[in-house]
């Protein structure tokens, strides 16, 4: 028996647990995907993107890594955009950072965790930003908080500044970016009210 048997037989209880509700769910989903959102979050185990939104599968298209870094060059999380906005033509972008993240933490306590330090230099970029609005909270969690939020409000401007989004506001399509936090400690969403729909708004973006 395989060790990883057990996850297999959880398959098995969760798509039939999902058919008892609706016998022709998989059928349906697998003629065509229409999600309406795409989600850019981090890879944390304890934010799963789909779960802590109550959405099935089918109902949102999702990029993670860590930190939920919108980088201008990285082909993976600009691929997933260009599909998402172009071809499935979702109506929101959801950026969604958590408070609690190691990769945001180790950026603050400029601790050295190997390769991804140089992906974290973008988180660190951040902080060198915002240096003293951050530095300015005694305890090191609030820093850490500070700069999850600040860090989403980022990489919410780094989307909007692609030339994937760009074109899709030139050309009026409809499309919303906005940034959210989710709490490890509640299982609840803060929206931080960085919502932009249009160049217009993007520039308003203090
Ligand atoms: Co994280």
Known sequence: MSELEHLIENNKHWAKSI??????????????????????GCSDSRVPANEIVGLLPGELFVHRNVANVVVHTDLNCLSVMQYAVDVLKVKHIIVCGHYGC????AVIQEARVGLSDNWLGHVQDVLVKHQD??????????????????????????????????????????LAVHGWIYSIKDGLIRDLKVDVRSNEEFLKLD
């Open 19 to 40: 058919t008892q509700v609706d016998p022709d769910f998989f059928t349906k989903l697998s003629q065509q995907q229409a999600p309406q959102y795409l989600w850019i």
């Open 102 to 105: 190691g990769g945001v933490r």
């Open 133 to 174: 609005e951050v530095r300015a909270f005694q305890d090191l969690d609030q820093q850490c908080d500070r700069l999850a939020e600040l860090n989403v409000s980022e990489q919410v401007r780094h989307v909007c500044r692609t030339s994937i989004v760009q074109d899709a506001w030139n050309r009026g399509q409809q």
